[in-house]
């Protein structure tokens, strides 16, 4: 747009599938001034238009309403019309969903009708999927502080502030909404360990931390072909002591037989590694994986991360040259 719409409140966004002809207008949580959602129920932004120029589609692969996710693999594209308040001579916008849930309003507030201010414009085709190229990429959805995970972990008998209790719904790897949380980044992970395991070839990793079990049972089964540098953990806040969080970990590593390298500080430094390198058989760095994601429950569980894989083997001999250096200078 060249300018600020004449009377424009915000913009109603509907997801397309271009395959399929099916639409769905985007979840939103945040009402207009003057109304109240105490209940963090979704309406769409028909209902809500979003109030700025920027945005991001929060139910993609999340579902507004339950804790699975929509599968991959679909084409997407986007709507977006500009609405305001409601005139003559408006296209009224429609009002999607129920209004009254469990016998209540689903908002509080006076209702606030809009209509179109124009066509509005549709994006270009997008691919949901991982694949781009030769690299695949993975979100987690870990955003704890949300109403949204509240009412979650409510319904799983668990409330706000009961750290204990989340702490090990989130180290369950059973639980439906840790699975939820961590999205498809476990997999990616783990993927280059799977990938040695299955064509003869090895692979190099390098932790700052490592602390879930799921992800340490997976180090473990792959302990014929994988090496493992792993830093030290910081202090705990109780009980202060040194390496408290890898400490039980490392201990399992070297009980099952994994080849582990210590890379120990005694000063405020952290190894903020997260990295794994696949070599091929003939001992040919071929593939790299990194990212932002610890290997800890609240890393791929609690917190906004990504991971990601590139099959590349000059990038990858990059990383495998720098992993040898870490363990030479151990």
Request: charged content about 25%; some cysteine; proline content about 7%.
């Amino acid at each position: 747009i060249d300018g600020m719409i004449p009377g424009c409140l915000g913009f109603e966004i509907v997801r397309l599938y271009p395959d399929t002809g099916e639409e769905r207008c985007l979840a939103a949580w945040v009402p207009f001034k003057g109304q109240r959602n105490p209940r963090w129920i979704p309406q769409d932004t028909g209902v809500w238009p979003v109030q700025k120029t920027f945005w991001r589609d929060l139910t993609m692969r999340r579902r507004r309403d339950s804790i699975d996710l929509r599968p991959e693999g679909e084409m997407i594209a986007y709507r977006v019309r500009p609405v305001g308040d409601m005139k003559p001579g408006l296209e009224p916008v429609p009002v999607c969903p129920d209004q009254v849930v469990d016998g209540k309003p689903a908002y509080a507030g006076t209702p606030r009708p809009l209509g179109y201010l124009g066509q509005g414009a549709v994006s270009p085709p997008i691919f949901l999927g991982q694949m781009f190229g030769k690299a695949r990429v993975a979100f987690t959805n870990g955003v704890l502080s949300t109403q949204w995970m509240s009412r979650a972990l409510a319904e799983a008998g668990i409330k706000v502030g009961q750290r204990d209790k989340i702490r090990a719904e989130l180290q369950n790897p059973a639980s439906k909404i840790r699975a939820y949380l961590h999205g498809d980044v476990p997999d990616v992970l783990t993927s280059l360990m799977k990938r040695a395991k299955a064509e003869g070839g090895t692979v190099r990793l390098a932790l700052y931390e490592l602390g879930d079990d799921e992800l340490c049972d997976a180090i473990v089964a792959a302990k014929d072909v994988v090496e493992v540098i792993l830093a030290n953990s910081g202090k705990d806040d109780q009980t202060k002591a040194w390496d408290f969080g890898n400490a039980p970990f490392r201990k399992r590593l070297r009980d099952a037989g994994v080849t582990v390298t210590d890379r120990l500080f005694n000063n405020n430094h952290i190894g903020h590694n997260k990295f794994a390198v696949y070599r091929d058989a003939q001992g040919n760095p071929q593939a790299v994986m990194t990212g932002s994601t610890n290997w800890t429950s609240t890393g791929i569980c609690g917190q906004s991360n990504n991971a990601f894989i590139r099959d590349d083997p000059a990038i990858a001999e990059v990383f495998n040259a720098y992993w040898e250096r870490m363990k030479a200078d151990v």
